[in-house]
């Protein structure tokens, strides 16, 4: 161990990440970025805690309705709630952006799902990666096309929040405690 306490092999930025965030909210932080279940073992080692201090954080981020649980292969996965995740982002567009901002946002995500499907000349995001699976496609052709399914699946994800804050914009605006997150 170095004076810092870190060890040698340990870069530079995790000893200043653990001097500067509690293993709690490096827990918080590495949960809350996955985008896939994950064993608290993985999560414990990107948090550079102890996997026992990573599943007693995790119990408690369930109990807090932020993070979720499943078993795979008898071992338990995390993964971010997607309602935590959804009500957490709804309010930052509540927080941030005015009704017409958001009614701008809708018209400009609803613009960007048309250029998708003109220029792509497709009906949905899965129609592109099949046609990314097709043996006469190249592989650059092919990345172009899953980039674009995700980019179109990004835009309809974010509409459908503008669409839930401009749909509940009184209600909640004007009283922020009717939405938990």
Do not use: C
Request: net charge negative.
């Amino acid at each position: 161990m170095s004076p810092e306490g870190t060890s040698n092999d340990e870069p530079e930025w995790v000893g200043t990440w653990k001097d500067h965030a509690s293993a709690f909210d490096r827990v918080t932080s590495v949960t809350m970025t996955l985008s896939k279940f994950r064993p608290a073992s993985w999560i414990a080692e990107e948090a550079a805690v102890s996997p026992n201090t990573a599943r007693d954080h995790l119990r408690r981020l369930i109990g807090l309705g932020v993070v979720m649980a499943t078993e795979q292969e008898g071992i338990r996965h995390y993964y971010p709630d997607p309602l935590y995740t959804r009500l957490r982002d709804v309010r930052e567009l509540l927080e941030d952006t005015t009704k017409r901002e958001l009614s701008e946002q809708a018209a400009d995500l609803k613009n960007d799902i048309a250029a998708l499907q003109t220029e792509y000349d497709a009906d949905s995001p899965d129609a592109l990666r099949e046609r990314a699976a097709a043996d006469d496609v190249t592989a650059e052709r092919a990345y172009e096309l899953v980039r674009a399914a995700s980019d179109w699946e990004l835009a309809r994800y974010r509409l459908s929040l503008v669409q839930d804050a401009i749909g509940n914009y009184d209600t909640w605006a004007s009283d922020p405690s009717s939405i938990t997150v």
